[in-house]
């Protein structure tokens, strides 16, 4: 039984959605659990960036869905997806409170944005993580995703990305 709801939240024109995000996305990208698989330089996210990315995100391609607990409406996890009809539809974030993991909530933003992908008439779904990251690959092996491309030594520390695509 799921205790969560997806939903979208538009930063760039609510100021009441700005407010939701900012602190929940500071609060799990930052967290040092989640942290290196979600900053390739491993370096901290500062609130004047993200800010900033919340503030021009539709012109950019980016949408934002968050899961939010139905008891007091918590944002528990979020994904991020960027789509560009040329150059595809990727989730270009997804990250999960620590106390909130292994409930579903990942797989659950996985599916929804393979499903808005084929509603918006795309072909395939990407999906970059660093190459220690074993959960996140076996969820994205799960849906399907095969690996296409490797960027070697992406991240600070010298782990590389993998690139994973799902046809659709
Ligand atoms: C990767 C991540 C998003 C997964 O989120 P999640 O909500 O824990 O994912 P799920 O709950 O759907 O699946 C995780 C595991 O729980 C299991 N699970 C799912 N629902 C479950 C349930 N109700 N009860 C028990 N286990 C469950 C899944 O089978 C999966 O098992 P596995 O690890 O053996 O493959 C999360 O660990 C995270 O935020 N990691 C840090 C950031 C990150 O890596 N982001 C991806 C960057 S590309």
Redesign the pocket.
């Known amino acids: 039984m799921t205790y969560f709801q997806i939903k979208e939240l538009v930063p760039q024109n609510s100021e009441a959605d700005l407010s939701n995000i900012l602190p929940a996305f500071l609060s ?1 990208w930052n967290h040092p ?2 942290h290196k ?2 900053s390739y330089t491993l370096q901290p996210f500062q609130k004047e960036m993200a800010g900033s990315w919340f503030k021009n995100h539709l012109d950019m391609g980016v949408r934002y869905f968050v899961a939010v607990s139905d008891d007091g409406g918590e944002i528990l ?1 979020m994904s991020t997806i960027k789509k560009d009809f040329i150059e595809g539809f990727e ?1 270009i ?4 409170r ?1 106390k ?11 599916a929804h944005a393979i499903t808005l992908a084929g509603e918006l008439g795309f072909k395939a779904v990407d ?4 190459a220690d ?1 074993f ?2 690959m ?2 994205l092996t ?1 849906f399907e995703f095969m690996p296409v491309k490797i960027n070697h030594n992406a991240r600070a520390d010298g782990v590389d990305l993998v690139y994973m695509r799902k046809y659709l």
């Open positions: 799990i659990e989640n698989f979600l996890g989730i974030g997804l990250g999960v620590p909130a993991k292994q409930k579903g909530i990942g797989s659950s933003l996985i999906s970059g993580l660093v990251n959960k996140m076996r969820l799960q």
